[in-house]
């Protein structure tokens, strides 16, 4: 996967603890990497070992971990990193869900070996959204903070509800998106 995630946990925990604390989780994490950047392609595996090492840092679940993660990603990094795509994005939650798939396709076209995830949005007849992620990089737990980072940054009340994941053994990861 490109550095996208994997830049973004470097980012959140170099400016929350520190360097010295980052090169620390990185090592327990077994990455030899110097440093990551957007657009170079690091391991899945390399992902899933430093969200491991950041959660025993922190004492937090992995999931509680990748919510915080994706909730800060949104303002820290994808609309700084990314700023002319989260501009054509949309200007509301809602709006950079559906758009979602298509900001995705743009973002990684052209870009040998990027396979971005899918996502299957369906907005119920009450305005909720129901958003289906489709990855065999098991990283819900992160679109769920993402939605929560899109609510912080749009300034809009959203809830996330967790309606089905693979990690319970669930064909697919649903979550229920809810404007308050
Ligand atoms: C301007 C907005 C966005 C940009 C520029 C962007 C860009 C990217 C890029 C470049 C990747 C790496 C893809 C690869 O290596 O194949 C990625 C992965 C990912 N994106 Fe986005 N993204 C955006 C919005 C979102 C939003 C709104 C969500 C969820 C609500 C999301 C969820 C994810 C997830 C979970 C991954 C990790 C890969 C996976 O799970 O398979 N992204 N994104």
Known sequence: ???????????????????????????HAGCDEPFFAAS???????TRALIGSVAKFASLSEKEIMIQFGSYLVSAVMAKTYAHYFVLAGNSVREVLTNINRIH????????????????????????????????????????????????YFNEQVQVKEIACTSNGDDDCVMEVSFL
């Open 105 to 152: 396709q743009e973002v990684t076209r052209g870009v040998p070996g990027a396979r971005p995830p899918n996502f299957t949005v369906e907005t119920l007849a009450d305005g909720r959204i129901l958003l289906t992620y489709d990855s065999p990089r098991g990283l819900c737990a992160v679109v769920h903070g993402l939605v929560l980072g899109l609510g912080k």
């Open 40 to 46: 170079l392609e690091y391991s899945d595996e390399s």
């Open 1 to 27: 996967m490109k550095g996208f995630i994997n830049m973004g946990i470097q980012d959140m925990i170099s400016n929350r603890f520190g360097l010295e604390t980052w090169e620390e989780i990185k090592s």
